[in-house]
Structures are given as structure tokens and as C-alpha cells.
């Protein structure tokens, strides 16, 4: 690619930061890409990163498509104008932020409470890294107008985020996100960010809060009897290099468990990720380390944060005594197994409790839920929009606990964001109460799927980077939308939900029937056998995804095996009809 190639848009943006009152080391890397590398230009400057399911996030880098000082600022002083708009009637405004062990993690954390600071805002900024559920947890005890987490969960190194908190403690969700991206667009020249600030708005806050979160934490503890009689469960624990290291042990601790075993090698906060390809607890290569020393250690469980800490990976041993990685479904399974379970036992259960899910996460939970007399949620992608549902019912019904596929689970309403480091205790408290009564967390999932049926899920995703990639996925769903599958695998497609354009279509009636959810870019056909496909262009990396679910039944625990054959059978089977592997 020539420079001459390079849509004229593209270097009207660049023209603006080589002209403008940039750093001068920012100008120098865009004129290189001028002169040098233009193919590069163009990614660094083809669109402006915006809000998604998690909030900015980008590579870090020189350009409006990157995650560097400026766009920190600019989508700072964005979000502190529409701050001083929503809440102009309060004397003071306040916001809390956090980050994570990523690079520079700490230095888009200052500018963003510079900034806040020099437009008049008090900000309590984490003397070093926290979780991001602490965060979560922090604006709502310091009744603060929201928060900032600097973040890209848990994707590559040379990635970055920003997730905007509001006053309830959860994620942006309509209509604050879009309206805060607005004011982000009405800021046309760098000078409008107020960088400078003479530092009194900015109060460092730490261990104090620390305190107050664990005690929280500990209060959540439903069965503190059976841990003392399973004090010595053998847990091995790996933060991959991130923030859980900082609380996690810490929380194991206080809930009484005696025997963590951590991962010294990942105990380290590290933005390079050292020991790993991808600091995520979804990926087996991440979790290596810790399936090596729960090996050596003999281990009953094994729990994994990623770099903010906000989900978690579980493993346990199968049948066979070989250690397996449960899935993100298998997870929640068993911790929204147990609080029913408990819940029930203790009584604690009137008719108006639910949880909450997302529609791309098993209709397993569900099933839990509703056989113990507990309603069921079902949400859009996103852990922003479980936090909206409980501050919907907030007085009204009481929340027990969520989660979503993607490994993010939370147990109580204290915190409005995916909690990494009570999900750790609390599957340790569910196995702890599974080996009181001789089981493994193995065969107490077994079991499940015995009283319930054998739910079966599967996700593909498919990476298309950059401009060309972003266009491709678009061009995927709108061929999806606009030519839709009349048979998937050889099997009838009864019911389509088009959650963009809000609306369920039986196929079978032809009966058209409207969703009742914002709308989002999901697409989800339902085959006659009862197997679900969700397809939907992920919101925080440049992938689309393809959800696959189907069911079986598991009359004996004998049984598991062919059961389990048949289905993943039956999945693959799906997967291949759709030319997907």
C-alpha cells in the first residue's frame, strides 16, 4: 500500500495529531507511519475505538484506533462532561478508579484522574493494581457518581482497556454509554482535554478498602461449617500475573480453607504475561502451570483469575483421577447448584429471589433455578447487563447470583461486575460441601446432569483482524440476517431471534413476536431437536462468535461416558453442517 491508497479521511485524522498539540514523540511515530508505513496508519487511524460489551479497549499504540494518552483523554474529558451534566445538581462529583497489572496500566490510570481532577472532579485513585470487582465494589461504598477501571481483561499483552463504571457500581449501559461516546465526538481538538491538575481532587485509596471488601466477601459464606470440617481441601490457585494475586489467597484464607498451593511462578504481576501466550483461563496453555502443580500437590480443585480478576477458570479431577478443565457453563452449573441448594436449606428461599444469565450461557442454570422456586433472567452479552437487572429489582426481588458462559460469576449484589475473587471462594466452598458428602466436584456435576439432563456447549470463534476483518464479520451477520437457514445439520430451524432487529420469528407458524431486550447484533436459530446457535460479532476483540448447545438425557451415572460421546457427536455434527471445522 502507497500513501495515495490511503482514504483521504484517514490522513485528515493523522494531519490533525501531526498538527496539533501533540507530544512530540506521539508526531514523530505518526509521521514515520506517513512516510514508512502507511498500511499501518491506516489501522492506527481508520475508526475511533469505541465503547463495546467491556468498555474501550485497543492496542496500545499512536492513533484514534489505539489506546494511548490521547484517546484516554479524550474519552476522559467525554465522560467528565457528561458527568458534570448528569449530576450537575450534586456539590460534588466523585469517581473511583482502578487498574489492572497490564503496561501502562498505571500510567492511562493517572491521566484519566488528571483529567477528571482538571475539570473539578474528586477522584479516589488505588495506590497500585486491584481487581476490577473491588472497583465495582468501591464506587458503590464511597457513593461515588461511578468508576474507571484501566483493563483489557484477558486479552494479549499488547493490548489495553478503559471500563467506565456508573453509580450503581455496574458497567455503561444505554443510554449512558452511547451518550457518553457523544461527548467524546464533540471533542475535536486535544485542547479541549484539561490534562493538567493540581493534584487536591485526587485522594489515594488501598488497603483500607481492602478490608472492607474481604469482610464483605467473608459475610457471603453460606456454609463456614463445612469448610472448618474440609479446612485442608487441597486447592492450587495461579493469578496468570495479574491482580488476583493481590486478594485472592487473602479471601481463600479468611473463608477458612488452609491448603492453597499458589503458582509461584505466575504469582509475579506482569504485563508481558512471561510464562504464557495468552493471560486467559479459558485457554488449557494458560492453565498449564497450575494443572502441573495440582499434580504434584494431589489437588481438589484448581482456580485461575485473569489479569483484573474478574473471571475465573476451574479444574478438577474426572472419574479417572486425570484433571480436566471445566467450561465456563460447568462452572456456574455447580455454583449456582450450591446457592440454590443452601439457599433452600437454610430457608432462606420466599418466591422472590432470582438469578440472572445471559442468552448465550446454558439453559441449565435455569432449570436449577426455577426446580428450587427461583425466578430466571435471561440477558444480552455482556456482565453490564446483569448488574442493570439487579438495580431494576433492587428493593423489589433479591439477586442470589449470575454468570455468564465466558467464565464470569457473582454471588450477591454488593458488587455489580463478574467477581473472580468470590467465584474462588465460593467454588471452593461448593467443593468443600461436595467432599463432605463424598463427592468430587466431578461427580457432583454428574449429578446435575443425571436430575436435569446432559446440557452440551461448544463455542468457535473466528479472528478477522483489523478494517478488512471488522468489514468481513459484518458482512457474515448481514448475510446470516438477510439469508437465514432453513435446515442446520440436516435439522428444521423452528424459531430464529434477531436480537438487532428485536423480534422472534416461528417458523413454523410464522408467527412474528417482539424480544423485550436492548438492541445488539446476536442472531440465534433454534433447531427441532431442542440444540441452540447463537452468532454475534464479540464486543471487545476483533472475533465473531458461534455458541452451540444441545441436550441429552443421562439416565444413570454409569452412562456418562456414551452420553457424553453422543452428544459432543451431535455438536460436532452441527459445527461441520455450518463449515465452521
Not at 484433571?323 to 439457599?343: C, E, P
Request: include cysteine; glycine fraction near 8%; charged fraction near 25%.
Amino acid at each position: 500500500m502507497t500513501i495515495q491508497e490511503v482514504d483521504p479521511k484517514i490522513i485528515e485524522k493523522a494531519n490533525i495529531w501531526l498538527n496539533g498539540n501533540y507530544d512530540a514523540e506521539t508526531k514523530a511515530e505518526v509521521k514515520h507511519m506517513v512516510n514508512n508505513d502507511p498500511a499501518e496508519l491506516v489501522e492506527c487511524f481508520y475508526r475511533d475505538l469505541e465503547f463495546g460489551t467491556g468498555g474501550l479497549r485497543g492496542i496500545m499504540g499512536t492513533g484514534t484506533n489505539r489506546m494511548n494518552k490521547y484517546t484516554v483523554g479524550t474519552a476522559t474529558q467525554g465522560l467528565a462532561n457528561y458527568l458534570k451534566s448528569s449530576f450537575s445538581r450534586l456539590p460534588e462529583i466523585s469517581m473511583a478508579i482502578a487498574f489492572d497489572s497490564r503496561n501502562n496500566s498505571p500510567y492511562f490510570a493517572q491521566i484519566a484522574a488528571d483529567v477528571l481532577a482538571g475539570n473539578g472532579i474528586k477522584v479516589f485513585l488505588f495506590e497500585s493494581l486491584r481487581p476490577t470487582p473491588e472497583l465495582s465494589f468501591t464506587v458503590r461504598h464511597l457513593k461515588c457518581q461511578g468508576g474507571i477501571v484501566i483493563t483489557a481483561s484477558h486479552n494479549p499483552k499488547e493490548y489495553n482497556g478503559y471500563k467506565v463504571y456508573w453509580n450503581d457500581g455496574g458497567q455503561l449501559v444505554p443510554p449512558h454509554d452511547k451518550n457518553v461516546i457523544d461527548e467524546v465526538y464533540k471533542i475535536n481538538n486535544v485542547d479541549d482535554i484539561k490534562f493538567g491538575n493540581d493534584g487536591s481532587l485526587i485522594v489515594k485509596i488501598g488497603k483500607e478498602v481492602d478490608e472492607i471488601y474481604l469482610s464483605m466477601l467473608q459475610s457471603l459464606s453460606l456454609s463456614p461449617e463445612t469448610i472448618t470440617r474440609q479446612q485442608n481441601l487441597k486447592i492450587v490457585y495461579t493469578p496468570i500475573h495479574g491482580t488476583g494475586a493481590m486478594l485472592v489467597p487473602q479471601a481463600l484464607q479468611r473463608f477458612g480453607f488452609k491448603a492453597v498451593t499458589t503458582v509461584d511462578e505466575q504469582m509475579n504481576p506482569d504485563g508481558n504475561f512471561p510464562t504464557v501466550l495468552s493471560p486467559n483461563p479459558e485457554e488449557k496453555a494458560a492453565m498449564a502451570m497450575a494443572l502441573d502443580k495440582a499434580k504434584e500437590v494431589n489437588a481438589d480443585l484448581i482456580l485461575a483469575t485473569d489479569p483484573d480478576a474478574d473471571r475465573v477458570g476451574a479444574g478438577v479431577k474426572d472419574s479417572d483421577g486425570n484433571y480436566i478443565l471445566l467450561n465456563g457453563n460447568q462452572s456456574a452449573t455447580l455454583l449456582i447448584y450450591y446457592l440454590m441448594k443452601q439457599w433452600k436449606l437454610k430457608g432462606k428461599i420466599t418466591g422472590n429471589e432470582f438469578i440472572a444469565k445471559t442468552i448465550v450461557t446454558s439453559e441449565l442454570l435455569k432449570d436449577i433455578a426455577v426446580s428450587h422456586g427461583v425466578e430466571s433472567f435471561d440477558v444480552l452479552t455482556g456482565f453490564k447487563y446483569i448488574a442493570e437487572i439487579i438495580r431494576k429489582y433492587e428493593g423489589i426481588k433479591t439477586f442470589i447470583g449470575g454468570g455468564e458462559e465466558s467464565y464470569g460469576y457473582l454471588v450477591g449484589d454488593k458488587v455489580r461486575d463478574k467477581d473472580a475473587v468470590i467465584s474462588c471462594c465460593m467454588l471452593a466452598e461448593t467443593a468443600a460441601w461436595a467432599k463432605d458428602q463424598g463427592l468430587s466436584m466431578y461427580e457432583l456435576l454428574i449429578g446435575i446432569y443425571q436430575e436435569y439432563g446432559y446440557y452440551l456447549e461448544d463455542l468457535i470463534s473466528i479472528t478477522k483482524k483489523g478494517k478488512s476483518g471488522a468489514e468481513e464479520i459484518q458482512q457474515m451477520m448481514q448475510d446470516y440476517r438477510s439469508n437465514p437457514p432453513q435446515y442446520i445439520d440436516g435439522q428444521k430451524v423452528t424459531l430464529i431471534k434477531d436480537y438487532k432487529l428485536q423480534r422472534e420469528i416461528n417458523l413454523t407458524s410464522g408467527l412474528e413476536s417482539p424480544i423485550d431486550l436492548p438492541k445488539s447484533d446476536v442472531l440465534q436459530f433454534f433447531l427441532e431437536s431442542g440444540s441452540k446457535i447463537t452468532v454475534r460479532p464479540s464486543g471487545t476483540e476483533p472475533k465473531i462468535k458461534f455458541y452451540f448447545g444441545v441436550k441429552g438425557k443421562l439416565a444413570e451415572k454409569s452412562q456418562f461416558g456414551k452420553v457424553n460421546l453422543e452428544m459432543a457427536g451431535k455438536l460436532q455434527s452441527i459445527i461441520s453442517s455450518m463449515g465452521l471445522k
